[in-house]
């Protein structure tokens, strides 16, 4: 069983940073992907950013050249760091590891989620 767990949200205003963590523990041996999502308030959850199973970046093109997902092994810690950051990038961040991107939803891991507050 693998656990996952959010960190590092809050409230900050337009044009703020934040860096949110997530730890990854348990059977992890399996863990080849690793993802950050998001949900705003009326919408469909959607992948912010992700490391592919083959060692890929992948964004959101609502959030290229302002967030840096990276991670450290180590740690078993993926991280997103949010720069310039703007109202419609409020919403719940859930972090997800799994086999692959493609069968994150429904096979992933999944962490409790953190909010993430944008005022203008």
């Known amino acids: 069983q693998v656990q996952v767990v959010e960190s590092g949200g809050g409230l900050v205003q337009a044009g703020g940073s934040l860096r949110l963590s997530c730890a990854v523990s348990?059977?992890?041996?399996?863990?080849?992907?690793m993802a950050w999502y998001r949900q705003g308030s009326g919408k469909q959850r959607e992948l912010v950013a992700g490391?592919?199973?083959?060692?890929?970046?992948n964004y959101a093109d609502s959030v290229k050249g302002r967030f840096t997902i990276s991670r450290d092994n180590a740690k078993n810690t993926l991280y997103l760091q949010m720069n310039t950051l703007k109202p419609e990038d409020t919403a719940v961040y859930y972090c997800a590891a799994g086999i692959d991107i493609a069968t994150m939803s429904r096979f992933g891991s999944w962490g409790q989620g953190t909010q993430v507050t944008v005022s203008s």
């Open positions: 490391f592919t199973s083959g060692g890929s970046t």
């Open positions: 348990g059977s992890i041996f399996n863990i080849n992907a």
